[in-house]
């Protein structure tokens, strides 16, 4: 198998010292994972375009602005988004992320009217006392332990946007342990390499039950927009295909954010300059008050942190698609993207500073967030909720420096392994 996956390499070039490094860095240094470093391996070889192939699997990656390009937009028509069969399929069912033509551009349409910035913003101010809470709880400690802390974070913001539904904490718990197990099930696996779809956990049923009672707890209040868009679309008596988008956007908009949150906080941990200059940037703009989303969103460097994070260490690594066609998988890989050495100088290193010159990056150089039809329906709201949470956890504490950051792995989302940050309060 491993001859196949190379296949695409050829002979004749030898590996510079330089490349061979890089690769080596991305496999084995942390925190890189053997998939990073096999993929950047790969690309450096085979250029913007190649193909991954074992006895059942034949993968077409698009790594390059051209060819993403032509994926996610001039080519879109030809391609679904996922196969029947895969895990992605089995736990949205018809959730916006596996449907396809116009039904998917309907729902997607009613997601984004109805969760626009004024909503988003009004209704993530109810998730401070939620944050302040856990923040304290983090000083009580010492220490910031990841993933379970931005975990905590980023369903609480999800929560207020969508469930307006607080959860005790025992009840919370098994949430977020069954959450994790559904992100882990829709990662790549050997059903990939095998054909065959794994079972569905025990975790999904107990979600679907969780999901449908607040799907009606959150249809009874009045101000809950986004739920009631989502009701008028999918008709009264298909709570079954509103269920289905609530487990695609609490699985998407999860996992992600607390991919990015932690990504941020490993990165600023090591960086107590850039952590103190950032500080200082918060503090000029707000003080010690609770931070106004509208405030945060004009602060240029926290903009280029966050920005650069989101370059290195893109959540949703890669984009899958089949074509409609020949049925072939196509991956498009936003993680070599964003770190093309032909378009990003010093691409493997954190340089948020360069967000800063005021240029923009080429058309389809940096997709943290996709584009085309595809477009993540959550930018917005992922962008704000972790501003704000950033901001108002620097407010308080400094992170400590780590000995070295923890590995990564490449599932559904980039995922951090659980580590602990030591913080101070300032
Ligand atoms: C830092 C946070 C996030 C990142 C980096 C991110 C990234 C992405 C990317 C790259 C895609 C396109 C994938 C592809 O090409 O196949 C996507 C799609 C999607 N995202 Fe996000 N996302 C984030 C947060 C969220 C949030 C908060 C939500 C919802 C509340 C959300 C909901 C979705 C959905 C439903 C899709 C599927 C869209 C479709 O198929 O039309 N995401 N996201």
Not at 96 to 103: A, F, K, N, S
Not at 145 to 166: G, I, Q
Not at 348 to 360: I, M, N, Q
Request: aromatic fraction near 6%.
């Amino acid at each position: 198998m491993r001859e196949d996956i190379h296949r695409g390499i050829p002979s004749t070039r030898s590996l510079r010292p330089e490349e061979g490094w890089r690769a080596l860095r991305n496999m084995l240094v942390p925190p890189g994972s053997p998939l990073m470093g096999l993929l950047s391996l790969h690309r450096t070889f085979a250029s913007d375009e190649f193909e991954l192939s074992a006895p059942r699997l034949r993968m077409r990656v698009a790594a390059g602005p051209a060819s993403v390009k032509r994926v996610l937009h001039e080519q879109a028509d030809g391609y679904r988004s996922r196969l029947e069969g895969d895990p992605v399929t089995a736990l949205f069912g018809q959730g916006l992320l596996v449907i396809d033509g116009p039904r998917h551009g309907a729902v997607k349409d009613v997601i984004v009217r109805s969760s626009t910035r004024g909503v988003l913003e009004s209704r993530l101010r109810d998730t401070l006392p939620a944050l302040d809470e856990a923040l304290q709880r983090a000083l009580g400690q010492g220490t910031i332990s990841l993933p379970d802390m931005p975990r905590r974070m980023t369903w609480r913001a999800l929560e207020s946007v969508y469930f307006h539904h607080r959860l005790t904490p025992e009840e919370e718990r098994a949430h977020l342990s069954d959450l994790t197990h559904l992100v882990h099930y829709i990662g790549p696996g050997w059903w990939l390499l095998l054909g065959k779809t794994p079972r569905l956990p025990k975790a999904y049923h107990r979600m679907r039950l969780r999901l449908s009672a607040m799907y009606e707890r959150a249809l009874i209040r009045p101000d809950n927009a986004p739920i009631h868009a989502l009701a008028r679309a999918c008709g009264d008596e298909e709570t079954s295909f509103a269920v289905d988008q609530l487990m695609t956007l609490l699985v998407a908009g999860h996992d992600t954010a607390t991919s990015l949150l932690s990504s941020l906080l490993i990165l600023l941990a090591q960086r107590p300059g850039l952590q103190d200059a950032l500080w200082g940037e918060i503090q000029g703009a707000t003080g010690r008050e609770r931070p106004e989303i509208r405030v945060l969103d004009r602060l240029p460097l926290l903009d280029a942190v966050v920005k650069e994070t989101l370059r290195l260490y893109p959540p949703i690594h890669s984009g899958l698609r089949s074509e409609v066609e020949s049925g072939d998988r196509v991956m498009v890989s936003y993680f070599l993207l964003h770190r093309h050495q032909e378009i990003w100088p010093d691409a493997d290193s954190f340089v948020p500073e360069r967000w800063l010159t005021g240029l923009a990056p080429g058309a389809y150089t940096y997709l943290p967030f996709g584009a085309g039809p595809r477009y993540c329906p959550g930018a917005t709201f992922a962008r704000l909720e972790v501003k704000w949470i950033l901001a108002r956890l620097l407010q308080h504490v400094s992170l400590q420096p780590m000995s070295r950051p923890p590995r990564i792995a490449m599932r559904a989302a980039l995922e951090h392994r659980p580590t602990v940050i030591a913080v101070r309060r300032r």
